[in-house]
């Protein structure tokens, strides 16, 4: 019966690339990732083929036991995506992200830091060079994104203008992608590779802030993921 519907499924996809060949450009790629989408694995019970092995939400309440039911299950999809898109594929990778990303948006409840902003003020090393600019450049997304230099490279990576609209970075839409583009920035496979808490800690926090509870995640993170 899979098979069958393979089967019926494929003819359908390849009449609608066909179609798209005649139209425009940008129009064409548009459907073409539509497609690509929707296509069927060869077969549903076998992970994909670069190796990721999704976490769950029951999971990700056991790495983090304050993080609410609803909460993981509203995360688990798009935090799944950054973390396969991001090559995070081995238990101490996907336990590295999951400890800052939990702790940096206090267990997914904001993507906007607490605090004011007003303690930027003035820092030349985060481009906030004119008044407000620490307050208007706080940390954003699911790792928070600080400072109005950051706010510029991230505007030039994807094309949007979040130094005029920086709340963008506070929607679900951005804040996941934000959080991986700094990750990739910082090289941060290759840091939570090491498995030192403390320096992935660094590279994302730029200190120690919750080196506890970031700790405490990680080691929860590592014993769901049998390592």
Not at 97 to 112: N, P, W
Not at 189 to 211: C, F, K, P, Q, Y
């Amino acid at each position: 019966m899979l098979e069958t519907v393979r089967g019926n499924k494929e003819t359908e996809l390849k009449g609608i690339l066909e179609r798209a060949n005649a139209l425009d450009h940008d129009v064409a790629a548009a459907i073409r990732r539509s497609v690509a989408s929707t296509e069927m694995p060869e077969d549903p019970q076998q992970p994909p083929p670069d190796g990721y092995t999704p976490v769950t939400a029951a999971m990700l309440m056991e790495m983090d036991p304050n993080i609410s039911e609803a909460k993981a299950n509203e995360v688990i999809g798009p935090l799944n995506d950054m973390m396969q898109r991001g090559g995070m594929n081995t238990p101490v990778r996907k336990a590295a992200f999951i400890s800052q990303v939990a702790i940096e948006s206090d267990h997914f409840l904001t993507y906007k830091e607490y605090a004011s902003g007003a303690e930027y003020e003035g820092r030349d090393d985060l481009g906030n060079t004119s008044p407000g600019d620490g307050v208007r450049y706080k940390g954003r997304g699911a790792i928070q994104v600080t400072g109005k230099y950051n706010y510029g490279r991230i505007s030039d990576a994807f094309g949007v203008d979040f130094v005029n609209n920086p709340e963008l970075l506070e929607t679900p839409q951005y804040a996941f992608t934000s959080a991986l583009w700094y990750w990739n920035t910082h090289n941060g496979n290759a840091v939570a590779d090491s498995g030192d808490i403390v320096r992935i800690t660094e590279m994302v926090n730029g200190g120690h802030h919750a080196l506890d509870r970031r700790t405490a995640v990680f080691n929860n993170a590592m014993r769901v993921l049998g390592k």
